[in-house]
């Protein structure tokens, strides 16, 4: 906890989203006084008042509370002012590609353009969000060199250390996993290392450069997305050949050297689906890692096919997807699986239900398709059901509601196929 008699380090957190906010409730908690920056206003608000806008976090609501008790944290939708106070400044803003899949730099680009015009001389300043290799150098440290006026490694210096964590279990992965840290120079590595090991109390790795970071990151969600692609490409081979894709995957991963990932009906999230491309896009072309974002994202098409394969045509047949979430127990849409199930049985004139625990039914309207709780009476005229996100609430699910239900297609493999069956539904999994 923070001693209150000695002075604080301030501390700038730029977006306060997801992992913004834990990032600066956790360095608020460790000897730093810190000013959130957001361009929200209801986020804004909610800090200042001590509570977190950002649900199912183990330990995030407690940590908020405590800095707002102990006055470590504030926020401000003023970037500039922020900056201006604090000589360390940790940017956390959100990179997303487009529908082409090019990358979307429109809100970093703004924050970088507020930090310019706030950050005084000896201030640090670590990106932290996943971005192309070169960019913290290239885009970001020369924008707010032309903007400041100020030199990158002589008035001010710049790191890159990408956040790693998971969603749900956040401020517990700040803890465990080890910070990678990258430098503009040797002061810029040594300030940040210097920071990182006090505000989160975790191993580091230091590298040579911002862009071995910068590289690192992007790599790791490579490497799941081509390792999920593999699993995919086994398991539609495993159903051709009749083979369960589970007993294969227990059987093979018992050789240490194996690690044959879990298949399912697409990837989805602001990580795996996303990060790829910042290679893809800058070269890295016509090989496993474009190849592997194609089979991912055609993981819908796939469980489609198979459905129809029972069913016929789905023309005017009543389908319902559990999950809007691109996974489970986790209150966000972004490149989620369900997302292209509903592009494509839209295309083939189907009615799509959709339910989500997590999502009031205003929000799963507004994607254009039907809520449908799972109490209401029309649950029993479901033709199809898909399971798209396995929600903690789904595991209790009666599968005798759905009276009029001829095939389940499990997207997860998650659910038990012999209480489907005994409820006279069609199992259907992805390589079961």
């Known amino acids: 906890m923070t001693n209150m008699n000695q002075p604080l380090e301030n501390v700038a957190v730029v977006g306060l989203?997801?992992?913004?906010?834990?990032?600066?409730?956790?360095?608020?908690?460790?000897?730093?006084?810190?000013?959130?920056?957001?361009?929200?206003?209801?986020?804004?608000?909610?800090?200042?008042?001590?509570?977190?806008?950002?649900?199912?976090?183990p330990g995030l609501e407690e940590l908020v509370e405590s800095a707002y008790r102990i006055r470590?944290?504030?926020?401000?939708?003023?970037?500039?002012?922020?900056?201006?106070?604090?000589?360390?400044v940790i940017v956390i803003v959100p990179v997303l590609v487009d529908d082409q899949n090019h990358v979307d730099y429109t809100y970093i680009d703004s924050a970088v353009e507020s930090i310019a015009k706030g950050i005084t001389k000896g201030t640090l300043v670590v990106?932290?969000?996943?971005?192309?290799?070169?960019?913290?150098?290239?885009?970001?440290?020369?924008?707010?060199?032309?903007?400041?006026?100020?030199?990158?490694?002589?008035?001010?210096?710049?790191?890159?250390?990408?956040?790693?964590?998971?969603?749900?279990?956040?401020?517990?992965?700040?803890?465990?996993?080890?910070?990678?840290?990258?430098?503009?120079?040797?002061?810029?590595?040594?300030?940040?290392?210097?920071?990182?090991?006090?505000?989160?109390?975790?191993?580091?790795?230091?590298?040579?450069?911002?862009?071995?970071?910068?590289?690192?990151?992007?790599?790791?969600?490579?490497?799941?997305?081509?390792?999920?692609?593999?699993?995919?490409?086994?398991?539609?081979?495993?159903?051709?050949?009749?083979?369960?894709?589970?007993?294969?995957?227990?059987a093979s991963n018992s050789q240490p050297y194996s690690n044959i990932h879990y298949p399912g009906i697409g990837v989805g999230g602001h990580c795996i689906p996303i990060?790829?491309?910042?290679?893809?896009?800058?070269?890295?072309?016509?090989?496993?890692?474009?190849?592997?974002?194609?089979?991912?994202?055609?993981m819908s098409d796939y469980a489609i096919a198979k459905i129809e394969k029972e069913m016929g045509s789905?023309?005017?047949?009543?389908?319902?997807?559990?999950?809007?979430?691109?996974?489970?127990?986790?209150?966000?849409?972004?490149?989620?699986?369900?997302?292209?199930?509903?592009?494509?049985?839209?295309?083939?004139?189907?009615?799509?239900?959709?339910?989500?625990?997590l999502y009031t039914d205003s929000e799963i309207a507004g994607f254009g398709v039907t809520p449908l709780s799972l109490e209401d009476e029309t649950a029993a005229e479901m033709d199809v059901v898909i399971l798209q996100a396995f929600h903690k609430q789904y595991e209790t699910l009666a599968f005798s509601k759905f009276a009029s239900c001829k095939v389940l297609l499990d997207g997860r493999n998650a659910l038990n196929s012999a209480d489907i069956s005994q409820a006279g539904i069609k199992y259907i999994g992805i390589g079961n």
């Open 17 to 57: 989203g997801k992992i913004g906010l834990p990032l600066a409730a956790t360095f608020a908690n460790n000897g730093y006084n810190v000013f959130g920056a957001d361009v929200n206003e209801k986020v804004v608000s909610s800090v200042n008042q001590g509570k977190s806008h950002v649900k199912n976090e």
């Open 72 to 88: 470590t944290l504030t926020a401000t939708q003023n970037t500039a002012e922020a900056v201006r106070k604090s000589n360390i």
């Open 127 to 250: 990106f932290e969000t996943t971005i192309p290799t070169g960019d913290t150098r290239n885009r970001f440290g020369k924008r707010i060199e032309e903007v400041s006026g100020l030199s990158m490694g002589e008035d001010f210096y710049l790191a890159y250390s990408p956040e790693r964590v998971y969603s749900n279990r956040i401020i517990e992965d700040l803890k465990k996993y080890p910070k990678v840290v990258g430098g503009l120079d040797k002061k810029s590595l040594e300030l940040a290392s210097s920071f990182y090991r006090k505000a989160l109390k975790c191993e580091l790795i230091e590298v040579s450069s911002l862009e071995t970071a910068e590289f690192s990151k992007v790599a790791e969600c490579v490497y799941r997305d081509v390792n999920i692609a593999l699993a995919n490409e086994l398991a539609k081979f495993a159903d051709q050949k009749g083979v369960k894709m589970s007993e294969v995957i227990q």
């Open 275 to 298: 990060y790829p491309y910042f290679f893809i896009n800058r070269g890295l072309t016509n090989g496993v890692t474009e190849l592997s974002r194609t089979i991912n994202d055609t």
């Open 314 to 357: 789905l023309q005017g047949k009543n389908v319902l997807i559990l999950g809007l979430a691109f996974r489970e127990n986790v209150k966000e849409t972004t490149k989620s699986s369900t997302l292209l199930l509903i592009k494509q049985l839209k295309e083939k004139q189907t009615k799509i239900y959709v339910n989500d625990p």
